[in-house]
């Protein structure tokens, strides 16, 4: 088991959860986690308890994506958090979240979400603005071209 931090622009844990490793190298690490906080209606999609998440954190991309399914197994769709690069420790993951997420349904319909949160937090520097327009612009191109956990669209 591991244990994910998800933190703020400042380095604060905001979150903790564990899940199980899958797959590791020295730039990625890719875990198996199951959603246990209250159901959560985001509108575009729901999480439940019991929904099985793959989680995937890169070392040296600025966004994690969660490819996320019911637990009957049906695919709900992918999160992804635009994200500091990940750092990858033996028994945690630490991630810093820049506010700006994307949604995609399993048909590739995209969504940008909290780009007012990102635009407004004053907490953000530079470099994390910066780092966060790149990683975001790269998600879509990855996204678009159905590359790596994306290569399931079904357009």
């Excluded at 949604?103 to 907490?123: M, Q």
Aim: proline share 3%; aromatic share 12%; with cysteine.
């Amino acid at each position: 088991m591991i244990t994910v931090v998800k933190q703020n622009a400042l380095g604060e844990a905001r979150v903790r959860y564990q899940g199980e490793v899958i797959e590791r190298s020295a730039r990625m690490m890719v875990i198996r986690a199951y959603w246990a906080f209250p159901d959560r209606d985001l509108g575009y999609t729901n999480f439940q308890v019991g929904d099985r998440f793959i989680e995937y954190y890169y070392a040296d991309r600025w966004f994690n994506i969660f490819d996320i399914a019911s637990a009957e197994g049906e695919r709900k769709g992918w999160y992804c958090n635009i994200a500091q690069p990940a750092v990858l420790f033996d028994d945690r993951i630490e991630q810093i979240d820049l506010l700006l997420d994307v949604w995609v349904d399993p048909t590739g319909t995209t969504l940008v979400l909290d780009e007012d949160e990102f635009r407004n937090d004053l907490t953000l520097t530079g470099e994390q603005r910066k780092g966060a327009q790149e990683g975001l612009q790269t998600l879509l191109r990855n996204i678009a071209e159905r590359e790596g956990p994306f290569a399931d669209i079904h357009m």
